[in-house]
């Protein structure tokens, strides 16, 4: 559906078809995530067959591609006299971002060009129009996203003019004279979205986090991807470029990013402009988490790792990674979600105005299908999550069962994670090394032979040889989470993880009213293996009570009474799979 819509609109900019721009503005970005997914499978040795429709799409592209080497569909079909008029809102460089990502990820796969040299073609535009030099626009991207590709693009290429642009758009951002005030009115706040002349909203600066100079930025504030996106985007080019400044800044932001940080990995906390708010503001049941949001954070993360290896950011990753992405689509793969909520009552999303955007169900598809393929790209690229390495170290980030070669270490792990916390990691070459394993916040029983800790990581350094064996066992005993006594949703409420993953309350379990339940959290925690959607998981069972009025006044002097009874948790991830329901993760203790 996507490829064959997005084929379209690139015939259309090609002059190969008739017809006009559909969807919304930034929708290239969607066809570029999807070729990303593709390139992604390709080096993991999968969808062969689908190689042939990537170098169709690069020939559409080539075709429609204009001479200077500008390519956007919306603005060649609908706006040619606007470009570059407009970089707050319309998203030129985020998708030239998520294309140049794609063409880097492609060449890598296959060893193919063409789509890397068209998108380098426009990357010189922007070069020619954007920068510090006299004659030039003073700008940066609206949504950022072209940073973090620039800093790719210099890894591959060893091009220390990308790294500059990129460091250009990442230090310019929140300058004074602000550049975004001075294109608002030059376009007299015409707005590309609307068509016509806007009031400037309050948070005009701040929502993309153009408020300040990003060095004096400390809150994590407005548009939750957005600010990810640049977050990551300063790490990877404060690392590469050596800017300690840089990296002091992404490590003071990501305390505040941690203070606005649901139990499941959700960010944005709100559905007006799906931002932050501030810390500490956590509802559960009106929350955004958009997907993208979190996936932003796994890139964040990521980036941060490979500044400096702190269990913590390993920590986080994960977190969002297992509960709120993979609750992001459904286990069959067919439907998803936008939002991520921690609490749903049906009757109150299809009724109350203020929570039509937390959904009951998953999605076949939306209107904005940003979330979809960024949830493909991800978990087709999941193994350069796992490892990094350094000159001090291989770092197994996360556990998964793989093969790998890694600095100068060929390994293989054999693990059931997260269902079960052993993992066996085989030597398959001889070298001396150090490793350093991942000890997760959430394991507080763990066994590994001859190693030392530092950070949240195991350290052995050996000569190892083919055949050692390295073994880890992380006890997974479910416990029980209390949240910070500042985050006030969540007073007097406890929720219940089992190793990475978060658990809920469903109403198929449960019965209706999740909100009157309590439980027991002195009481043991039972578990059984089951399948949910097709997926094998672990539910988890204790005692617990359900609150019920003595009579049906609204109002009443009356102690309410308690039954006993067994509570049903099931993997938040795997949520909404069986029947449309309440869900609820944070529930009253007793």
């Not at 993991?44 to 569909?73: C, M, P, R, S």
Request: glycine share 6%; with cysteine; charged share 25%.
């Amino acid at each position: 559906m996507l490829k064959g819509q997005k084929k379209a609109t690139a015939s259309k900019a090609a002059g190969l078809k008739e017809g006009e721009f559909n969807g919304l503005l930034f929708q290239d970005s969607d066809l570029a995530k999807w070729l990303e997914t593709v390139a992604y499978c390709l080096q993991n040795g999968d969808a062969a067959n689908f190689e042939k429709h990537v170098d169709e799409v690069a020939d559409l592209i080539e075709k429609a591609q204009q001479d200077d080497g500008y390519f956007n569909t919306y603005f060649q079909l609908v706006a040619p006299d606007r470009k570059f008029t407009n970089l707050y809102e319309a998203h030129e460089l985020y998708c030239l971002g998520h294309l140049l990502e794609a063409a880097i990820a492609y060449e890598q796969a296959t060893g193919k060009r063409k789509l890397l040299d068209i998108t380098l073609r426009f990357v010189e535009l922007v070069a020619s129009k954007i920068g510090p030099e006299n004659g030039k626009l003073k700008g940066y991207p609206g949504h950022q996203e072209l940073e973090l590709a620039l800093a790719k693009l210099y890894e591959a290429t060893n091009d220390e003019k990308y790294l500059n642009l990129g460091k250009y758009f990442v230090d310019e951002r929140g300058q004074k004279p602000n550049f975004y005030l001075e294109e608002w009115d030059k376009r007299k706040g015409f707005t590309e979205w609307t068509k016509r002349v806007e009031k400037q909203a309050d948070n005009f600066l701040s929502y993309c986090q153009a408020h300040l100079p990003v060095r004096e930025q400390t809150e994590a504030v407005g548009h939750a991807v957005r600010a990810l996106y640049l977050y990551t985007a300063m790490a990877d080019i404060g690392r590469l470029a050596e800017d300690e400044s840089l990296l002091e800044a992404c490590g003071t932001i990501f305390k505040d990013v941690y203070r606005q940080m649901y139990v499941t990995g959700g960010v944005g906390s709100t559905h007006h402009s799906e931002a932050f708010t501030f810390a500490y503001d956590l509802p559960n049941d009106i929350n955004y988490s958009e997907t993208c949001a979190s996936i932003a954070l796994v890139f964040f993360m990521h980036s941060m790792l490979k500044a400096e290896a702190k269990g913590i950011y390993a920590d986080v990753m994960e977190r969002a990674l297992y509960n709120t992405v993979l609750a992001g689509v459904a286990a069959d793969g067919k439907s998803y979600f936008y939002v991520n909520p921690m609490e749903v009552v049906p009757e109150a999303s299809e009724k109350n105005p203020a929570r039509t955007h937390v959904k009951a169900t998953r999605q076949k598809w939306h209107a904005c299908a940003c979330c979809p393929p960024n949830i493909g790209r991800l978990l087709a690229s999941i193994g350069k999550y796992l490892y990094t390495a350094d000159e001090k170290a291989i770092y197994f980030h996360m556990y998964a069962a793989s093969e790998a070669t890694v600095g100068n270490l060929s390994f293989s792990v054999k693990t059931e994670y997260p269902l079960d916390g052993k993992v066996i990691v085989t030597v398959n070459n001889s070298a001396k090394a150090t490793l350093a394993f991942r000890i997760p916040d959430w394991c507080e029983d763990f066994q590994i032979e001859d190693a030392e800790i530092k950070d949240g990581y195991a350290y052995m350094t050996r000569t190892f040889s083919p055949g050692d064996i390295i073994e880890i066992n992380m006890n997974m005993t479910p416990r029980v989470v209390y949240a910070n006594s500042k985050i006030r949703a969540n007073v007097g409420k406890v929720c219940i993880q089992r190793g990475p993953l978060v658990y809920c309350l469903e109403a198929c379990d449960n019965g209706a009213n999740l909100h009157s339940l309590l439980v027991d959290s002195s009481a043991a925690i039972e578990e059984r293996q089951e399948t949910i959607g097709g997926m094998q998981c672990i539910v988890l069972t204790c005692s617990g009570f359900a609150e019920e009025s003595p009579n049906d006044e609204m109002y009443s002097f009356a102690t309410k009474k308690r039954k006993a009874k067994q509570l049903t948790f099931v993997p938040y991830h795997l949520w909404g799979n069986r029947v449309t329901g309440e869900m609820l993760v944070w529930a009253r203790e007793a």
